[in-house]
């Protein structure tokens, strides 16, 4: 393509801007209680799958600034209300929204992950969970993971204080697919297993998350065999009444010493910029347990994060935005390896996430190219690991960075009032640098090795999709399709070089039937696919206690056909979900005993190497439900079952969660106290594979083979207005024992905390 073709093409692309910009049109409104007709303030008003939007000032007024004049759907949403969708039409120069308040937290969330584009969970076909930011500020976690704890569907395994995996429908690590708005945080040395990446994630910088169960391969490609858990970071917003600035401070504090953090925030309002950025520091000390165990030694860290979102107003239909964030945590233990693995010490140091991206959304009246998005991103992730074996003068210092350079483009359509699309390419490239070498500190003689994988080695990872949901009478059905090219490259010169090209082809369709207007059933059936990564094929190392993997050779990606079927009912008084579904997985990587220099043992520990070799199966029960019981009271409470078996090895599969669930109250005064007590629980677990028995981790508190079920009650209250916010907690009020079945730290102990927000 020459220099004079490419100018006319910029040339054709800018007219069309600016003819859109021309007949862009302005929405003013005002919000109002239904019931009482007072102006509500605070409300968030949003264009639908834009970044357009503006919030309503203390008289209930907005003003939306030059959106195209077609029809535009708004989203209004406001903590204490339903959420309500409007269409505005071209004529409209003025619109009154009325708003109903209710408690009903459940179905209530928008989700952008279960289709790619926003949508009401009532309204898709999917299992979802939700954490919205007044549920996280409620809640009070110390971490991420910790935000997702008692959720529906999920179980957050930890096992270090400094990690936290979830485990949906039976999958963990690299089969559980983690995102942060919208670009993948899984990398080519994501392992399976528990892991701690989503902890590398600052809770003060999350907006919401979400999590699609049991689906996502379609929609976001390789991992998401268990589903997908997405972070939406916090977004600034415009002010089209001239320049606003805001901000806040808080900090938080645990009983026992075992937290002190703070945060710091600003954000700035603009008609045409908008920025928010923030900074935090946290010092956790060591957990202590529940009953007598008292303080498990060691398992404190620090950690210190940054983030920023600045976004631009390209003219009347586009936004540019660009955000950075930076986590990094020091000196994490690995409690289990030093308690029961025969350490001295054992800690991630240095544990870093960075993250940057550069975006543009451009949105039209043609309904094929409704919204238009391209990103471009640089996820960079540091793991540095020491550790010291006891009664020996070795000191091992290893460190693996990978940084992974992302382009994304994608469209949203709207080609038909009851025919809607998403559709892309992506693209991600991994580089994978990974050192180590043995300090002798007797002798201060320093021996460089081969790292935990072959330095060099890279990962490409390329792809086409497209999903439709399409409308028809009380039907709604939508189908997708994915084709995936993976190609990873091994750069070894201890075990040989290697090369694989594995490509997959998934779909998925579902269905949605209105049976009442407050009552939907679903179903659904979809394939997902696992690409091998660099971590399966070059890991080479101390894994668990008895574990010490070597290189693998060929592997095929791993696979799944899931189904699921269920109902969503929702009103102003109650709401809830049920659903049930199985999955076989076919092709699983998992380790197997080898040989390496002759001897199926290394440094004490079993020799393995990972092979396509498993078939499973997974069925399971979810359930919730919420109950507004008067008009500042609701009950909630949620249950799931999950069942696992290891076709192949004829036993259960490993760490499937027990039965577990939790009830609980909040209650909400206009006045802004509010208060929220939970009863949480874990029944037994005495479906073992042989894998867990013999895992430290879970071994140390199993009676009689079975792993004992718990259960604690945690209460959570505060007050709340414009200028302050102050809350107190207490968990585990029994100070009972317990630990979660897989995690390899123990619970909490009788715990009190302090958070405190002033805002300004």
């Not at 910088?205 to 589903?227: F, P, Q």
């Not at 600045?310 to 000196?331: C, E, K, P, W």
């Not at 289990?336 to 991206?357: A, E, K």
């Not at 696979?559 to 049930?580: H, L, N, Y």
């Amino acid at each position: 393509m020459n220099h004079s073709i490419v100018m006319k093409l910029l040339l054709i692309v800018s007219a069309v801007l600016v003819c859109q910009d021309l007949f862009a049109q302005s929405i003013h409104g005002v919000v109002l209680d239904q019931k009482t007709k007072a102006p509500i303030s605070d409300v968030h008003i949003s264009v639908v799958n834009s970044l357009m939007g503006s919030i309503s000032d203390s008289e209930g007024k907005f003003v939306i600034e030059d959106t195209p004049t077609q029809s535009r759907s708004l989203r209004f949403s406001a903590i204490g209300y339903t959420t309500r969708d409007q269409v505005v039409i071209d004529d409209t120069s003025e619109i009154q929204i009325e708003m109903v308040s209710s408690t009903i937290v459940l179905n209530n969330a928008v989700t952008v992950t279960a289709q790619r584009s926003e949508r009401l969970a009532f309204d898709v076909p999917e299992s979802i969970t939700s954490v919205s930011r007044a549920q996280i500020d409620q809640q009070a976690p110390r971490s991420t993971p910790e935000a997702l704890m008692n959720e529906t569907g999920i179980w957050v395994q930890k096992t270090n204080h400094g990690g936290g995996s979830p485990i949906i429908r039976g999958l963990v690590g690299n089969q559980v697919l983690l995102m942060v708005d919208g670009i993948r945080l899984n990398n080519a040395t994501y392992r399976y297993g528990p892991n701690q990446y989503l902890s590398t994630i600052d809770p003060g910088v999350v907006e919401r998350i979400e999590a699609t169960r049991g689906n996502g391969s379609v929609l976001y490609g390789s991992d998401a065999l268990g589903g997908v858990v997405q972070i939406i970071s916090k977004t600034p917003s415009f002010n089209s009444n001239g320049f606003k600035a805001m901000g806040s401070v808080a900090g938080r504090w645990m009983s026992k010493s075992m937290e002190k953090s703070t945060r710091a925030e600003v954000e700035l309002r603009g008609k045409q910029v908008a920025f928010i950025g923030g900074a935090s520091a946290a010092n956790f000390g060591d957990v202590v347990a529940g009953g007598d165990l008292g303080k498990l030694t060691p398992t404190g860290y620090y950690e210190r994060s940054c983030d920023a979102k600045l976004l631009v107003r390209t003219g009347a239909t586009g936004i540019f935005s660009a955000a950075f964030q930076h986590l990094a945590q020091h000196n994490v233990p690995r409690f289990d390896q030093v308690t029961q693995g025969g350490f001295d010490f054992y800690n991630f140091n240095p544990q870093i996430r960075q993250l940057s991206y550069l975006r543009w959304e451009h949105y039209s009246n043609n309904p094929w190219l409704e919204s238009f998005k391209v990103t471009c991103s640089l996820n960079r992730s540091i793991e540095g690991i020491n550790s010291q074996k006891t009664n020996s003068s070795d000191l091992r210092k290893q460190l693996d960075e990978v940084n992974t350079v992302g382009l994304i483009a994608e469209v949203i359509s709207n080609p038909k009032p009851n025919w809607r699309a998403q559709s892309g390419i992506e693209y991600y490239f991994d580089k994978v640098s990974s050192k180590a070498f043995v300090l002798n500190t007797t002798t201060k003689e320093e021996m460089t090795q081969r790292g935990s994988y072959a330095d060099g080695s890279t990962s490409a990872n390329l792809s086409v999709f497209t999903n439709h949901q399409i409308g028809w009478n009380k039907f709604q059905f939508s189908a997708g399709t994915r084709f995936n090219m993976v190609e990873v490259s091994v750069v070894d010169n201890v075990f040989g070089n290697q090369k694989i090209n594995p490509d997959a082809l998934v779909g998925n369709a579902g269905v949605m039937y209105k049976l009442h207007p407050n009552l939907n059933a679903m179903a659904s059936i979809n394939t997902g696919f696992r690409a091998p990564n660099i971590d399966d094929m070059s890991k080479f190392g101390t894994l668990e206690a008895n574990v010490f993997e070597i290189p693998t050779e060929r592997l095929s990606p791993e696979q799944s056909v899931s189904m699921e079927s269920g109902f969503k009912f929702r009103s102003q008084k109650i709401s809830g979900t049920i659903s049930a579904y199985q999955t076989k997985l076919s092709d699983l990587i998992d380790r197997v005993v080898t040989m390496y220099n002759g001897s199926d043992t290394y440094e004490g520990r079993k020799v393995y190497q990972k092979q396509n070799v498993g078939e499973a199966v997974l069925r399971g029960v979810e359930t919730d439900i919420e109950v507004a019981i008067i008009q500042s009271l609701s009950a909630f409470g949620n249950l799931t079952y999950t069942h696992g078996e290891n076709r192949t090895k004829q036993e259960p599969m490993r760490r499937i969660p027990p039965l577990f669930g939790r009830i609980g109250f909040r209650y909400s005064h206009p006045s802004g106290i509010w208060i929220k007590g939970e009863w949480a629980m874990a029944g037994e677990q005495d479906r073992l594979a042989a894998g867990d028995k013999s895992d430290a981790r879970i071994k140390i508190r199993l009676i009689n083979d079975v792993m004992p079920g718990w259960d604690v009650i945690n209460i959570h209250a505060g007050y709340s207005n414009k200028l302050l916010s102050i809350q107190m907690y207490g968990q585990n009020l029994l100070n009972k024992t317990y630990r979660i079945y897989a995690s390899g730290v123990d619970g909490y102990g009788r715990t009190f905390g302090l958070s405190s927000k002033i805002k300004f």
